[in-house]
């Protein structure tokens, strides 16, 4: 179950933390992985030779997934290199400092639009006509928790993770008569590497009250990714499972 033989995923964001576990899994599972940075070769280079140590099959790819031209040309690279994309994975993100709404500005709350809605956006209109063609096709957001909890002091941040969600599931119903599924992910908090300098009682704080007691990993998120790209969840859309032991419950 869940083989993903012959399929082409792109994972955004995945020269560390979630996204590298993301390509990894679906890597395991068969898929040939484009994964993708932006700023810093050493990591990526890094991470690929650890994907291909797992017996990953593909490529690193360099691009800015909020630009439009920059997201076409990545787009044709990946096509050109292994084949048109058939599992979307969108997971890129940038730093998530959490502030008092007076401390944010205007442009802080563009750049969370821009990663969550902006960028999902372009990458669905990139792959879409592909998917809609062979009538097959896995886009996979990797929301937040932060949305159904409300977390504060975070309005930017849960703002737009909101709006990627109603994106998803507008998305959803839009391409479902093309057999393309849209489908979500909230994570807990997994630490990764961007948490190394987290202060030690914001993580006791937050351990303390996961029910499953224990922290999430990052291969917890990819496995759930493999599921929603595989055959056997061809009839789930418009969904978002939440993976983090019992946080929130739907």
């Known amino acids: 179950m869940f083989s993903l033989d012959g399929r082409v995923a792109l994972v955004t964001g995945s020269s560390t933390g979630l996204g590298k576990a993301i390509a990894i899994a679906l890597g395991k599972a068969g898929a040939t992985v484009a994964m993708n940075y932006y700023n810093n070769d ?19 790819f360099r691009g800015n997934v909020i630009d439009p031209d920059d997201v076409n040309r990545l787009y044709d690279e990946i096509k050109e290199k ?15 400092p959490q502030k008092p709404i007076e401390e944010y500005d205007w442009d802080f709350y563009q750049s969370m639009l821009d990663f969550f809605i902006k960028s ?28 159904q909890q409300g977390v504060s002091p975070f309005t930017a ?32 908090w997994i630490p990764v590497e961007r948490h190394e300098d987290d202060p030690q009682e914001l993580k006791d704080g937050y351990f303390a009250n996961i029910p499953m007691q224990r922290w999430g990993v990052p ?6 990714v493999c599921f929603y790209a595989s055959d056997e969840a061809a009839f789930v859309t418009g969904q978002t499972v939440s993976v983090n032991g019992g946080m929130t419950v739907n």
């Open 157 to 188: 941040y849960v703002a737009a993770k909101g709006g990627q969600t109603g994106f998803c599931r507008s998305l959803a119903r839009e391409v479902a008569p093309y057999q393309v599924t849209v489908n979500m992910i909230a994570p807990g």
């Open 120 to 147: 999902p956006y372009l990458l669905s209109l990139a792959c879409l006509p592909h998917m809609k063609k062979q009538k097959w096709g896995r886009i996979i957001n990797i929301t937040s928790e932060v949305f």
């Open 219 to 224: 291969a917890d998120i990819g496995a759930a």
């Open 42 to 60: 050493e990591r990526a280079a890094d991470a690929l030779q650890e994907f291909r140590d797992a017996g990953g099959q593909g490529d690193m």
């Open 82 to 96: 292994l084949g048109p994309i058939d599992i979307l994975v969108c997971n890129a993100t940038p730093d998530q």
